[in-house]
Structure formats: structure tokens, C-alpha cells
């Protein structure tokens, strides 16, 4: 149920009509401004631009519902397209613009969409931590069986993994079919230069100090594929991309930065063993190792993003 209160702004503006809506037990008030609509709701103003009103209209010559994609040609809005009327019904809006085309709007479905309901909206948590942090937190390892075979198993180790940016599997037999197996419960295994699956050790197979003894400060791989798993300072390239003057101030940012990392507290060690899997996101967390003697061997390979978070996404995890 409507009521109008007309309510005059100024001397010689047209009366501005607020709409204030009591049905059932929402309240909320909206107004058809000149060149927007706005609503008011649970104490959050929010506007309506009339061309993303008319764009993202969802009627059945505007959208594929079968495949949540846009029928309607955008670049054919009018870009200064206004509504020839706005009616509520109960909590639905309903658009008719001059055309004769009806859009119609769901309250909840603008305040989950409007850029404010948005800035509200609970990104997916992540802890920051440190060594102590992360110790304190004993967050529980997935075992094998339970990661492959349940979705509970698979949802815990999801979660842990974007709280943290690292999970562990346990108990995993020690071979490289089985952690292809892992890999694959999740997501799709990314093939890159250093093959699907690789199988490392210090045999220097590949130019590259991963396949010595030597020690690995922390970094992160792959900073050089255009489409990197994330960055690190053993294979940056010679920088020549920043003029003289700037390059001091790269070197000072660079140094706060390593300070930051190499700070002991920033440093939690893992002693991997056979039938221990970890799980790193590369965009969030860095690895690296101290140097070793005699055999040392490990296999794991590279998940591509999308697919991971896609993973999560489907588990009803927010990614
Ligand atoms: C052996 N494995 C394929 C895991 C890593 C090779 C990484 C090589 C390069 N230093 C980088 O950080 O991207
Ligand atoms: O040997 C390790 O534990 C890690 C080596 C590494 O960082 C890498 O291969 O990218
Ligand atoms: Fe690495």
C-alpha cells in the first residue's frame, strides 16, 4: 500500500513526491528523481541509474535465464532513457519506459545489487596471519580419504584454504598419480613449461635453482608467464621499464617490502614429509626452503585460479 506525502523542495521545483512503503513488515521509501531512481531501506540511500535500470532488465527479451546472460544490446539504451512511469506493487517495481517496454524490480534484488548494498556485502574473509597466528589457530589438516571422498572433507579444506591462502592434506599415498588425483578433486591442473605434474629434485633437470640443493628465499612462481600464479625476485628481469629517477624509489619500496617478509614472525616453517600435501595461494602467501643435503624429491603441480574459487563457489563457499 502507497500513500504520497507531497513534500516541496524549493520555490519553484516541481512537488517531490516520496513514496513510503509499509507493506507487510518492510519499510522503504522511493522517489523518481529527474535523472535517477533512488530507494530508501534499512538506513542505506540508494541510486538507480536509468540506463542500468533498462540494461539489466531481466524479461524474457532482455535475458537468457536458461544461461544468466544478457540478450538485450546495451549500446541500443538510450543514454538518456527515462521511465515514462515507476509502479510498486507490494515490493516489486514495475518500469514502463517510452517504448512500452516493462522492467520490473524485486526491492531485495535492487538492494543486493545497488553499489551500496555491495560495499555492505561480506567479502570472503581472510585471516592475516603470522607464525603464531597460524599455530594459535591449529587449523585442523583434511585427511586424504575424507578430501576425495566427501564434500564435507573437500568444503573444510576449501574454506581453510581461503581463510588462510594455505591447507594441508595428510595421509596421502606418496605418489605423484595420487596428488594428480588431489589436484584434480579441486580443479583443473594448469600445464606450463615445467610440464602438468612436475617431479623435482636436485638434478638440476631444469635451469633453475629449484632443481638444486640450494636454498629459496620466499617467492612466489611463475612471475614471468603472462598469466602468472602470482610474483618473485629470483626471475625478475632486469628492470627497464621505470626511468632513473624512479628506480631508487622501486629499490626502497622493494626493500620495506623484504624486510616485512623476511621478519621471523612472518616465517612459519613446515617440515614436508611423504604423504603430505600443502596447498599455497600463490597470490597470497610465498614459499621458499632452506638449502638440504642428500635426496630430497617432490611432485605438485600448478591449479588454475578461476577453477579453484569456482570450486569453492560451488561448495556455497563465498570466493
Ligand atoms: C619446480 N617447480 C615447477 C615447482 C617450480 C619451478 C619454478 C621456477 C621459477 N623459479 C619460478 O619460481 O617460477
Ligand atoms: O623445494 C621446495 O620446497 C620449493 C621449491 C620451489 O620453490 C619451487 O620449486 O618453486
Ligand atoms: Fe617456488
Known amino acids: 500500500q502507497t500513500f504520497q506525502q507531497p513534500s516541496f523542495k524549493g520555490l519553484f521545483s516541481l512537488a517531490i513526491h516520496w513514496h513510503h512503503t509499509a507493506s507487510k ?7 523518481q528523481h529527474e535523472d535517477h531512481f533512488e530507494v530508501q531501506y534499512a538506513n542505506t540511500v540508494m541510486r538507480f541509474d536509468y540506463v542500468w535500470l533498462r540494461d539489466n532488465c531481466r524479461s524474457a527479451s532482455c535475458y537468457n535465464s536458461k544461461t544468466h546472460q544478457r540478450s538485450l544490446d546495451t549500446a541500443s539504451v538510450d543514454l538518456c532513457i527515462k521511465p515514462k512511469t515507476i509502479r510498486l506493487d507490494e515490493t516489486t517495481f514495475f518500469f514502463t519506459w517510452p517504448d512500452g517496454h516493462v522492467t520490473r524490480y524485486d526491492l531485495d534484488w535492487l538492494v543486493k545489487n545497488s553499489y551500496e548494498g555491495q560495499k555492505q556485502k561480506v567479502i570472503q574473509p581472510r585471516i592475516l596471519w603470522n607464525a603464531e597466528v597460524y599455530q594459535q589457530a591449529q587449523v585442523p589438516s583434511v585427511d586424504f580419504q575424507s578430501f576425495l571422498e566427501t564434500k564435507e572433507g573437500l568444503k573444510m579444506f576449501l574454506q581453510n584454504f581461503l581463510l588462510y591462502g594455505i591447507a594441508f592434506v595428510e595421509n596421502v599415498p606418496p605418489t605423484q598419480e595420487h596428488t594428480e588425483k588431489l589436484a584434480e578433486r579441486i580443479s583443473l591442473i594448469r600445464e ?6 612436475w617431479y623435482f629434485t636436485s638434478d ?3 635451469g633453475d635453482t629449484a632443481y638444486t640443493k640450494l636454498a629459496l628465499d620466499r617467492h612466489t612462481d611463475t612471475t614471468y608467464f603472462q598469466e602468472p600464479c602470482g610474483y618473485n625476485n629470483y626471475d625478475r628481469a632486469v628492470i627497464n621499464t621505470v626511468p632513473y629517477d624512479v628506480v631508487h624509489r622501486w629499490y ?7 624486510v616485512e617478509l623476511r621478519r621471523p614472525e612472518n ?10 600435501v600443502l596447498f599455497i595461494d600463490n597470490w597470497r602467501v610465498l614459499h621458499g626452503r632452506e638449502s638440504f643435503t642428500g635426496y630430497r624429491q617432490l611432485c605438485g603441480c600448478y591449479l588454475t585460479r578461476d577453477d579453484v574459487l569456482n570450486a569453492a563457489r560451488l561448495l556455497g563457499l563465498q570466493a
Open 192 to 197: 606450463t613449461i615445467y610440464g602438468r605434474m
Open 252 to 258: 626502497t619500496a622493494h626493500r620495506t617490502l623484504t
Open 267 to 276: 616465517e612459519l616453517w613446515v617440515k614436508l614429509k611423504p604423504g603430505r
Open 25 to 31: 513488515s518492510l519499510n522503504f521509501a522511493w522517489q
Open 204 to 206: 638440476f633437470s631444469r
